[in-house]
């Protein structure tokens, strides 16, 4: 009798700590509240805070076009278009995990405007304007991505169409590679993305302090539960071993939340074109601050290449 009793006790703490690692890892809980002025550790960026607030402020003062499409889902789904000139290739941006855009693509945007691109920066779902609440590490993402192009083909047809992304972003790009892009996408630029959801989520748990790593056996569990998604249904690694794009990886040396070897284990997977440039001593997607001139340089040597540079 003793341990009939123990055993729902022990399956409603096994749901309670599922719930918890779903609102640890997946659960976004007001997507209108994203400040591009925050840090990823909550600290607010100020003039003072060097190239960053400079650069944020800079694309916040731009003019855009809002444009809104469903996800396959049904989720209402928000991006900014940035125009440069009529005809220009497009780029589509696609920030990081719990990011913002104006924050993640504000060296990336103005590196792509000045390059004479027109840009798409979407907000990917449960971030800013676009609906949902549950970040999906890329496994629901990739189908906006996929929605996105197919958007942008349709509106500017024949455009060529260069796909760009950082942190899960870059995962996002990544893992929408082998799916039905239009022909319109020539390729694409992932900066410091990780190689599958699972494997990321684990590396993130073992970097916490020893009794946060209890959530991570419960973390697919949940996604399945509350999320309603497979973590496992996807990942860079396999999507880019199913498609010939072209594919510039990006990596700081000194990452030291997604690990560069990951770009490595992407490049060694990549079943077309590929190449992998890293950075010394740069950290978690700031590879542009650290060398914006070499940075540029092979952005534009690679949309040079693809046939989507301005």
């Given at each position: 009798m003793i341990v009939l009793g123990i055993l729902p006790a022990l399956?409603?703490?096994?749901?309670?700590?599922?719930?918890?690692?779903?609102?640890?890892?997946?659960?976004?809980?007001?997507?209108t509240q994203n400040d591009p002025y925050m840090d990823p550790n909550g600290q607010p960026y100020t003039p003072e805070s060097g190239p960053m607030f400079g650069l944020i402020r800079e694309m916040e003062e731009l003019p855009f076009e809002s444009v809104w499409i469903r996800s396959r889902d049904g989720l209402r789904l928000h991006g900014r278009y940035y125009h440069v000139r009529d005809g220009a290739p497009l780029q589509i941006q696609c920030h990081g995990y719990r990011g913002h855009p104006l924050r993640d693509f504000c060296g990336g945007n103005k590196l792509a405007r000045e390059a004479g691109l027109n840009t798409l920066v979407i907000e990917e779902r449960a971030h800013c304007e676009s609906?949902?609440?549950?970040?999906?590490?890329?496994?629901?993402?990739?189908?906006?991505?996929?929605?996105?192009?197919?958007?942008?083909?349709?509106?500017?047809?024949g455009t060529p169409i260069s796909l760009a992304g950082i942190s899960m972003g870059a995962a996002i790009v990544l893992?929408?590679?082998?799916?039905?892009?239009?022909?319109?996408?020539?390729?694409?630029?992932?900066?410091?993305?990780?190689?599958?959801?699972?494997?990321?989520?684990?590396?993130?748990?073992?970097?916490?302090?020893?009794?946060?790593?209890?959530?991570?056996?419960f973390t697919s569990l949940s996604a399945r539960l509350f999320g309603h998604f497979d973590p496992d249904s996807g990942s860079a690694v396999g999507a880019v071993s199913n498609t010939a794009l072209p594919?510039?990886?990006?990596?700081?040396?000194?990452?030291?939340?997604?690990?560069?070897?990951?770009?490595?284990?992407?490049q060694a997977a990549c079943k077309g074109p590929v190449r992998l440039e890293t950075f010394p001593g740069a950290a978690h997607g700031a590879s542009y601050l650290s060398d914006p001139e070499h940075y540029r340089r092979i952005v534009l040597d690679f949309l040079r290449e693809i046939g989507a540079r301005g």
């Amino acid at each position: 009798m003793i341990v009939l009793g123990i055993l729902p006790a022990l399956a409603l703490l096994g749901l309670a700590i599922a719930y918890g690692a779903y609102r640890y890892a997946y659960y976004s809980p007001n997507a209108t509240q994203n400040d591009p002025y925050m840090d990823p550790n909550g600290q607010p960026y100020t003039p003072e805070s060097g190239p960053m607030f400079g650069l944020i402020r800079e694309m916040e003062e731009l003019p855009f076009e809002s444009v809104w499409i469903r996800s396959r889902d049904g989720l209402r789904l928000h991006g900014r278009y940035y125009h440069v000139r009529d005809g220009a290739p497009l780029q589509i941006q696609c920030h990081g995990y719990r990011g913002h855009p104006l924050r993640d693509f504000c060296g990336g945007n103005k590196l792509a405007r000045e390059a004479g691109l027109n840009t798409l920066v979407i907000e990917e779902r449960a971030h800013c304007e676009s609906e949902g609440h549950t970040i999906s590490f890329g496994i629901n993402e990739r189908w906006d991505c996929l929605a996105w192009a197919k958007y942008a083909a349709a509106r500017w047809p024949g455009t060529p169409i260069s796909l760009a992304g950082i942190s899960m972003g870059a995962a996002i790009v990544l893992m929408a590679s082998d799916l039905d892009l239009p022909e319109e996408v020539k390729g694409i630029i992932a900066d410091c993305g990780y190689s599958s959801p699972r494997a990321i989520i684990k590396e993130v748990c073992w970097s916490l302090p020893r009794y946060f790593r209890v959530l991570y056996p419960f973390t697919s569990l949940s996604a399945r539960l509350f999320g309603h998604f497979d973590p496992d249904s996807g990942s860079a690694v396999g999507a880019v071993s199913n498609t010939a794009l072209p594919i510039l990886l990006i990596h700081g040396e000194a990452d030291s939340f997604v690990p560069c070897r990951m770009s490595r284990e992407i490049q060694a997977a990549c079943k077309g074109p590929v190449r992998l440039e890293t950075f010394p001593g740069a950290a978690h997607g700031a590879s542009y601050l650290s060398d914006p001139e070499h940075y540029r340089r092979i952005v534009l040597d690679f949309l040079r290449e693809i046939g989507a540079r301005g």
